[in-house]
């Protein structure tokens, strides 16, 4: 299949509005697009690609929003058949039929396209000076391997070596032997680690076997150790007591020896002579508390006498509190009639300037008939203030009322419509919709019929990819479901794969019995076999020999003897000889024969394998028989495809009901635009204009005039319906104003009569305004409570003055009766005071002369008992009371001794558990204390030893049974390590898995490197050495293939007798040589498959003029191949080519200006 | 007039305490710390499972262990397990399975007292009088029971509820070997209300009269083993067994979430978001639980492009939005990309240029064997030095053609990322 394109339109395109490239009719000459810099030829270029492949949604070529861009294309397929297309930039259909504008599939185009895509099209047809020098570059990297070089140039894929030692790269730095630091040695590492981690956490049987008897044998000496200290302890405490009555014993002598110092004793009580000291001491006491007590009692009697005498200077009814009341009452009324008088006199003075300020009153009028309380002042300022509010509300209703009425004016209708125009509106909108729905139904037509164009050639291709013409039949057809083919298959596969095992057995039987049969003839050469008569005729030869050896013994002939001898020698050696061949041989039957039987073995084994074989044959040809007699739908092709045939045929039965379905659409369609037509009618449409089935065209026209008027109609409704509720609101309104401007008169004349009933009892004279005779209120108002205040205070003036006169009166009653009369009230009440407290103080005085009589008499018979009681005690000691000091003292020794030696006596008669003192002196006669200290220190020491193991051991089992305790609750530390291996392994398993992709990866690229090689070595390698010579204006003479320094072949450019390796050659050559490789593996490329246009893009900018010339030609060559466009801003590259390839080879077109 | 009071066993099997997860590779932020022990956390759900239902008897149906103990704390755990039951008055029977039969993990631990194991001479019938109940059963006494052991059961006791406890694949699962193979009609014939199995880690109630259930294992340890696990709840009522429900107990979710590669997706942001919504549902559905989960981009070969060439890049643009969605709730084991067939099976295939062959000569290796043995040879190497425990299941098998044409589709991609396209190709 061949592309090539014809024309170009840019209808716009980023900067190209409407410019055409016009490449003709013919194919074959080479196609010269010049243009200056900025003439659009980058643009040009990037359209041709997205035309083929679509218009990037973020396009740089959209330079206006709102402005849709389009590639209008002609193209010609295999040279026979032209395609005129539009693709438009957007996501919808963007690629349209030209002529129709009806969507066109992009799996249509791409198959004319051959199935390449933007970026093969861009490696494989297009080619500019930095690719081509990119490209000559990697020749000289790849060092001219020709693999590489063959790939790189039909692949279009610029540094494919580079890129396949970045995927070896890969693949080792995922793992390389013996590298520790790529990630899967880590990994694997990691696993290794964690796996090692887990063994020496892990708790082992025995391990914990031992931690248990561990935990026993210490047990066990605890209580070893236990049973130890208990023996210990009561020897202990045997020696301890011992030990312990070593003292008591001592003491218990000393005590007794002291006693019997001390001799016979007088009981003398303890504390006698303490008690002695307490009498006497206690008789020195009272004797001077009794002489204290008598000398206070003259003293107090002379305190009582002048106390009486003080109390008696005032009588005893005097009310002292109550004097002191009346005086404190009338100093206080005296000051308040005083500040009362003042006030008085104030308050006359702003009566009289009130009076004044009022003026004299009506004739024959008195102040109290003018006189204004606050209550009715209240109601006079409410009354007016009404009437002030009432006189507003009447303006301001006047004032609505005035306006409703202009409004009302303002709003009579003067236009009025006829019901009818509404009706009308009513209809048209209804007809109006109808067309719309219309109108999208025809807008879908085209749409459907271009769908149903599109469906019925896709529907044909399928049908053809499904080798059938008749969609029915297809359908009808009985296809089995895809799972019966997957069966088949398997059971195919099965079925070769045993006939291919039983033809590799018959093959293996085959060769067994070849073998076999080459051992036996190899057997069979190994010459003439002796027999047993040979053997007996050697034998007898050699019998013969000897005789005539013995006789020519007898003969005594040396010389006869000796060859006699001889020849017996040797008839013995072939006798012998003999022999040794036919034991050889018995065994050589024997190989034989085995041999033998493993032919026979192996023929039977192949016979049978044939059968088997030929029985398998049958069987699959009996089962694919009856596959295909079962589905003979499936005829048509081979059973690995199957399941795509089914595929492919699912897709056309899907298109052919699709198409119908949109075949039935259409009918849908047509019958609603003839209906449509009444409605053309109705807005308005000339019947004469209409056809039975109206177009889109004059509905659309219809619609929009009938749109319009629609509007018009509703408009001048609105404008109605809205002077109709200005004038209803006005009316409304007048009405309200009308009723308010009533009720504010009202309102007022019913103010102005409560304002005037409000003043009228206060005679304010002749008719004034209301705030004038509000004020005249308010001033009389004032006058009324001035007056009001004076006379209350004259009233409170007089009786506070009668309060003072009782007052003093009484004060002057009681000092009469107290006899102080005259006096002054201040000495009168001290008086009174002085009395009263001496009064108070007599029975105290007469009670402390008692009480100091008591106690001197009580202190007298005190010391007379102590005295009795120290005559008694000398009395008993038998002593004077002077000695009973030192009595007492040895009574108390000796009792204290006794004591002692009772208690000694019960402790040793304890400590030795007897029962009597005798028997405790003889239990610890003869003991010798030092050694029993020894061996109690012993014992302790023991002890302690004893107690530190044990507690050691203690310990120890505590640990344990912890460690223990924490061994059965199972430790997961183990188990944790385990996880962590297994994730390192997950790891190392991943890594692992994209080790071997890429390796597999490299070493699949290098075979197909080397399967491209050997398959384009051959031709594509001569014409790239034709264009090589060429494009060097035959100062190279071509191309061949030599070894390179690996030992695989490498391309070497010829120069007459000498070859150049990719090393040697100039930068500029090497752009040439490249050159020809793309050349030469496009037209293999075009003529194995596709030809697509290439499109060169300034590609000989570092070309001289005469490797320019030689380029021309070669691309002139090319161009009869595949289309060439070349796109140059160099104008001398336009006029090299026009001189050097002439009109017929060259079609030379512009962008912008012309040189 | 009131009912029998429900008296509740429970069911469980295929405990494999301390068995590794396997298919976890960790990465950044993966919370390697919820899944750590995940078989012993499982194993405290079912005992707190017990206790929380007042169950009176525990049934545990062989496997409890994976194997011969590396380290004997895995028996110390169960047993201080068993103790938490005790305490709490439940009595447990356990039989051994293929996995810890008595050749396997002879007894060397000292259990406690209220648990009873099945022996491996003979089925045997323990009786639970208080509850009337007999349980039936016997042990593995080596890994590959190939005989019929249910027939040597004895019949069901009259006026019992009769338990048959059993390790055993009955007449065959995929996946699992068919050890004491027996069929359901055998069992049956027995005469048991209940048939508590154990061996497959797929729950599945075989039948209900009499009930025949797999609880499948107490927690999935692989992404083969996916959904809800646990054990199986019985409800008793007088003489017979009401009903039975199925109780998750795993710590750890597997699961596998599949996202078609849409025809409109136009870069790999659009998969991406809908992997986000997926792996949101999958994290809701899993109820708090880790879910481990699988991301696998399906799609025919042109639709992978839309992701990207970069694999590294995909897996953690997967994990970052799970992250986001679900917090350390999700742990991304791995992302995928499994190609599926062209929908037209055409595109690549028919282009003409190198790549196309390329690609062809990549399919090709995947559809036959001829084709893929030179290629495979160059990973020889690396399958003989990575050794087994690595490569197995990872390297194809070049027998297996479902192996190859996995492979060769990664095979197809790399290249596909690495020759794609020419850098600054402009025409």
């Given at each position: 299949m061949s592309v090539r394109i014809r024309s170009v339109l840019f209808e716009p395109f980023g900067a190209l509005r409407g410019v055409e490239l016009d490449f003709g009719p013919v194919a074959g000459p080479l196609q010269v697009v010049w243009g200056p810099n900025e003439a659009g030829k980058s643009t040009a270029l990037r359209g041709i690609v997205d035309f083929f492949f679509g218009i990037p949604r973020d396009s740089s070529d959209q330079h206006e929003r709102g402005v849709e861009l389009r590639i209008r294309m002609r193209l010609v397929v295999d040279d026979d058949r032209e395609l005129d297309l539009v693709r438009r930039k957007g996501s919808k259909d963007p690629l349209r039929c030209g002529a129709t504008d009806a969507p066109v599939a992009e799996r249509d185009l791409t198959r004319w396209m051959g199935g390449?895509?933007?970026?093969t099209f861009k490696q494989l047809h297009a080619l500019d000076h930095v690719r081509l020098r990119e490209g000559a570059d990697s020749i000289l990297r790849g060092e001219g391997r020709l693999g590489e070089l063959m790939l790189e140039a039909t692949s279009g894929a610029t540094g494919l070596v580079d890129r396949l030692q970045a995927l070896r790269d890969e693949a080792d730095a995922l793992y390389r032997p013996r590298a520790k630091s790529t990630e899967l040695s880590v990994a694997i590492e990691g696993w290794k680690s964690a796996t090692r981690a887990m063994g020496q956490e892990s708790l082992s049987h025995t391990a914990w076997n031992e931690q248990e008897r561990g935990i026993a044998e210490t047990r066990q000496r605890v209580m070893d150790a236990d049973q130890k200290l208990k023996d210990a302890r009561i020897d202990l405490a045997k020696l301890e007591k011992l030990v312990l009555l070593e003292d008591p014993l001592a003491r218990l002598r000393h005590r007794r020896m002291r006693r019997a110092q001390l001799g016979p004793v007088a009981d003398v009580p303890e504390g006698t002579a303490l008690r002695r000291d307490e009498l006497a001491h206690e008789i020195a006491t009272a004797s001077g508390e009794a002489e204290r007590a008598e000398a206070e009692l003259p003293r107090l009697a002379v305190e009582l006498e002048s106390t009486r005498t003080r109390a008696s200077a005032v009588s005893l009814d005097f009310d002292r509190a109550g004097a002191q009341a009346r005086s404190v009452a009338i100093v206080a009324l005296g000051r308040a009639i005083a500040d009362a008088t003042t006030e008085l006199g104030d308050m006359g003075r702003v009566r009289d300037e009130a009076l004044e300020q009022l003026g004299p009153p009506p004739e024959g009028l008195a102040w109290s008939a003018r006189a204004v309380d606050a209550r009715s002042l209240t109601r006079a300022e409410t009354c007016a203030a009404e009437r002030r509010a009432a006189r507003i509300a009447l303006a301001a209703a006047e004032r609505a009322h005035v306006e409703a009425e202009a409004r009302i004016h303002a709003a009579t209708p003067t236009d009025a419509h006829s019901a009818a125009a509404g009706r009308d509106a009513q209809e048209l909108a209804s007809a109006l919709a109808a067309l719309r729905?219309?109108?999208?139904?025809?807008?879908?037509?085209?749409?459907?019929?271009?769908?149903?164009?599109?469906?019925?050639?896709?529907?044909?291709?399928?049908?053809?990819?499904?080798?059938?013409?008749?969609?029915?039949?297809?359908?009808?057809?009985?296809?089995?479901?895809?799972?019966?083919?997957?069966?088949?298959?398997?059971?195919?596969?099965?079925?070769?794969?045993?006939?291919?095992?039983?033809?590799?057995?018959?093959?293996?039987?085959?060769?067994?019995?070849?073998?076999?049969?080459?051992?036996?003839?190899?057997?069979?050469?190994?010459?003439?076999?002796?027999?047993?008569?040979?053997?007996?005729?050697?034998?007898?030869?050699?019998?013969?020999?000897?005789?005539?050896?013995?006789?020519?013994?007898?003969?005594?002939?040396?010389?006869?003897?000796?060859?006699?001898?001889r020849t017996a020698e040797q008839s013995q050696r072939a006798a012998d000889t003999v022999a040794d061949r036919l034991r050889h041989e018995a065994s050589r039957v024997e190989h034989f024969a085995r041999v033998d039987n493993e032919r026979r073995d192996a023929q039977q084994a192949a016979s049978a394998l044939e059968i088997a074989a030929a029985q398998a044959k049958r069987a699959r040809a009996a089962g694919e028989a009856e596959f295909a007699t079962a589905w003979p739908a499936l005829a048509v092709v081979p059973l690995e495809a199957a399941r795509g045939w089914l595929a492919r045929r699912s897709e056309a039965?899907?298109?052919?009901?699709?198409?119908?379905?949109?075949?039935?659409?259409?009918?849908?369609?047509?019958?609603?635009?003839?209906?449509?037509?009444?409605?053309?009618?109705?807005?308005?449409?000339g019947s004469n204009a209409l056809d039975e089935s109206p177009s889109k065209l004059v509905i659309d026209a219809a619609i929009a005039s009938a749109e319009s008027r629609l509007d018009q109609e509703r408009t001048a409704e609105r404008r109605r319906e809205e002077r109709a509720g200005i004038h209803a609101?006005?009316?409304?309104?007048?009405?309200?104003?009308?009723?308010?401007?009533?009720?504010?008169?009202?309102?007022?004349?019913?103010?102005?009569?409560?304002?005037?009933?409000?003043?009228?009892?206060?005679?304010?004279?002749?008719?004034?305004?209301?705030?004038?005779?509000?004020?005249?209120?308010?001033?009389?108002?004032?006058?009324?409570?001035?007056?009001?205040?004076?006379?209350?205070?004259?009233?409170?003036?007089?009786?506070?003055?009668?309060?003072?006169?009782?007052?003093?009166?009484?004060?002057?009653?009681?000092?009469?009766?107290?006899?102080?009369?005259?006096?002054?009230?201040?000495?009168?009440?001290?008086?009174?005071?002085?009395?009263?407290?001496?009064?108070?103080?007599?029975?105290?005085?007469?009670?402390?002369?008692?009480?100091?009589?008591?106690?001197?008499?009580?202190?007298?018979?005190?010391?007379?008992?102590?005295?009795?009681?120290?005559?008694?005690l000398a009395q008993r000691a038998g002593v004077p009371d002077d000695h009973l000091a030192a009595a007492e003292q040895r009574?108390?020794?000796?009792?204290?001794?006794?004591?002692?030696?009772a208690g000694l006596e019960s402790t040793v008669i304890e400590m030795t558990a007897t029962a009597t003192l005798v028997e405790a002196e003889a239990h610890v006669r003869g003991v010798d204390f030092t050694v029993t200290s020894e061996r109690?220190?012993?014992?302790?020491?023991?002890?302690?030893?004893?107690?530190?193991?044990?507690?050691?051991?203690?310990?120890?089992?505590?640990?344990?049974?912890?460690?223990?305790?924490?061994?059965?609750?199972?430790?997961?530390?183990?188990?944790?390590?385990?996880?962590?291996?297994?994730?390192?392994?997950?790891?190392?398993?991943?890594?692992?898995?994209?080790?071997?992709?890429?390796?597999?990866?490299?070493?699949?690229?290098?075979?197909?490197?080397?399967?491209?090689?050997?398959?384009?070595?051959?031709?594509?390698?001569?014409?790239?050495?034709?264009?090589?010579?060429?494009?060097?204006?035959?100062?190279?003479?071509?191309?061949?293939?030599?070894?390179?320094?690996?030992?695989?072949?490498?391309?070497?450019?010829?120069?007459?007798?000498?070859?150049?390796?990719?090393?040697?050659?100039?930068?500029?050559?090497?752009?040439?040589?490249?050159?020809?490789?793309?050349?030469?593996?496009?037209?293999?490329h075009a003529r194995a498959g596709v030809a697509l246009p290439l499109v060169l893009d300034d590609v000989l900018v570092h070309f001289d003029d005469q490797r320019t010339e030689a380029a021309l030609i070669a691309l002139a060559e090319v161009g009869k191949t595949v289309q060439v466009l070349l796109f140059t801003h160099e104008q001398r590259v336009a006029e090299i080519a026009r001189r050097v390839l002439g009109q017929g080879s060259i079609s030379l077109h512009e962008l912008g200006r012309m040189p | 007039m009131y009912g029998a009071p429900t008296v509740r066993i429970v069911h469980a099997a295929d405990l494999h305490v301390d068995s590794a997860l396997e298919g976890l590779e960790r990465h950044d932020g993966a919370p390697v710390g919820t899944v750590r022990g995940a078989t012993r956390r499982a194993l405290e759900n079912l005992v707190a499972l017990c206790i929380a239902e007042d169950a009176k008897l525990l049934l545990l149906a062989g496997d409890l262990f994976d194997g011969a103990w590396k380290d004997f704390n895995t028996g110390l755990f169960f047993v201080s397990q068993m103790k938490r039951l005790r305490e709490a008055g439940i009595p447990v029977v356990i039989a051994r399975g293929n996995h810890d039969a008595e050749s396997r993990i002879p007894k060397q631990l000292r259990l406690p007292g209220n648990v009873r194991e099945l022996p491996t001479a003979r089925a045997?019938?323990?009786?639970?009088?208080?509850?009337?109940?007999?349980?039936?059963?016997?042990?593995?006494?080596?890994?590959?029971?190939?005989?019929?052991?249910?027939?040597?059961?004895?019949m069901a006791v009259a006026g019992t509820i009769n338990v048959g406890v059993l390790h055993t694949a009955l007449d065959g699962r995929p996946g699992h070997d068919t050890y004491a193979p027996t069929t359901v009609n055998k069992l049956v014939d027995r005469g048991y209300d209940y048939w508590a199995l154990g061996h497959i880690h797929t729950r599945e109630i075989v039948r209900e009269d009499p009930w025949i259930v797999f609880p499948g294992n107490l927690q999935g340890r692989h992404a083969r083993e996916r959904g809800a696990k646990g054990a199986t709840v019985i409800e008793i009522e007088g003489r017979r067994v009401v009903s039975t429900r199925h109780a998750p107990l795993d710590v750890v979710r597997f699961e596998e979430i599949r996202i078609p590669i849409a025809g409109d997706d136009g870069g790999s942001g659009d998969a991406i978001d809908r992997a986000r919504h997926a792996i949101g549902v999958a994290h809701g559905e899993a109820g708090g639980r880790l879910l481990a989960a699988d991301v696998v981009f399906t799609g025919s070969p042109e639709r992978h492009v839309a992701l990207g060439p970069n694999r590294d890049r995909t897996a953690s643009d997967v994990r970052s939005v799970a992250l986001d969605v679900a917090g350390d709730g999700v742990w991304i084991a791995r992302v995928r990309r499994h190609v599926t067939a062209s929908p037209t099976g055409e595109e690549d295939g028919a282009r003409k240029d190198a790549l196309g062959r390329l690609i062809a000569a990549a399919r090709a290796c995947g559809a036959s064997l001829d084709e893929a043995a030179a290629v495979l040879k160059s990973v020889d190497d690396l399958r003989d030095r990575l050794g087994e425990s690595v490569t197995a299941g990872i390297f194809p098998d070049a027998a297996s053609a479902e192996d190859r044409a996995d492979f060769f589709a990664e095979v197809e991609e790399l290249l596909r990322a690495k020759l794609g396209s020419s850098p600054g190709s402009q025409p």
């Open positions: 390449v895509d933007r970026d729905r219309a109108s999208a139904a025809a807008s879908s037509l085209d749409g459907l019929a271009a769908r149903e164009i599109e469906l019925t050639q896709r529907l044909g291709v399928a049908l053809a990819d499904v080798g059938e013409s008749d969609q029915d039949a297809l359908a009808a057809a009985s296809v089995p479901h895809p799972a019966v083919i997957d069966d088949e298959l398997r059971r195919r596969g099965a079925s070769e794969a045993k006939l291919a095992a039983t033809e590799r057995d018959l093959l293996g039987a085959g060769e067994r019995a070849a073998r076999a049969v080459a051992e036996l003839a190899s057997l069979r050469e190994g010459g003439a076999v002796p027999s047993a008569a040979d053997l007996a005729a050697a034998r007898e030869q050699r019998d013969d020999a000897m005789s005539q050896a013995f006789e020519a013994l007898d003969t005594g002939a040396l010389d006869v003897t000796r060859r006699a001898l039965l899907g298109t052919a009901a699709e198409l119908s379905a949109t075949r039935t659409r259409i009918e849908e369609v047509r019958s609603e635009l003839r209906q449509a037509r009444a409605h053309l009618l109705v807005v308005g449409a609101r006005a009316t409304s309104d007048r009405d309200v104003a009308a009723s308010n401007l009533d009720h504010a008169r009202s309102i007022d004349d019913a103010a102005d009569k409560a304002f005037r009933q409000a003043i009228g009892p206060h005679q304010l004279g002749a008719p004034q305004t209301t705030e004038e005779a509000l004020a005249t209120l308010i001033a009389l108002a004032a006058a009324t409570r001035e007056t009001r205040r004076h006379d209350r205070l004259a009233s409170r003036v007089g009786q506070l003055r009668g309060e003072l006169a009782v007052a003093q009166q009484q004060w002057s009653d009681a000092t009469s009766r107290a006899g102080l009369e005259g006096v002054e009230p201040d000495e009168v009440l001290r008086r009174a005071e002085v009395a009263r407290e001496a009064r108070a103080d007599v029975p105290r005085i007469e009670e402390a002369i008692a009480q100091r009589r008591d106690v001197a008499n009580a202190a007298r018979a005190r010391a007379d008992r102590a005295s009795g009681r120290l005559a008694d009574a108390r020794d000796a009792r204290a001794l006794e004591r002692e030696i109690t220190e012993q014992l302790r020491a023991d002890i302690d030893a004893l107690e530190a193991s044990r507690t050691r051991d203690l310990h120890d089992i505590g640990a344990q049974l912890t460690y223990l305790e924490q061994m059965e609750r199972g430790s997961g530390s183990a188990a944790d390590l385990a996880e962590t291996a297994q994730a390192h392994l997950t790891r190392a398993r991943g890594l692992a898995r994209r080790a071997a992709v890429a390796r597999a990866a490299v070493a699949l690229l290098e075979r197909e490197i080397e399967r491209h090689r050997a398959e384009r070595e051959g031709p594509v390698l001569r014409r790239a050495s034709d264009l090589f010579r060429l494009l060097t204006a035959e100062r190279w003479s071509g191309l061949r293939v030599g070894d390179g320094d690996d030992g695989g072949p490498e391309i070497r450019c010829v120069r007459g007798e000498r070859e150049r390796s990719v090393k040697e050659l100039s930068e500029g050559t090497r752009d040439q040589l490249y050159l020809a490789l793309r050349l030469a593996a496009l037209e293999h | 045997t019938t323990i009786a639970f009088e208080d509850l009337n109940v007999a349980v039936h059963g016997q042990s593995y006494a080596t890994v590959a029971v190939t005989e019929d052991l249910a027939a040597r059961y004895p």
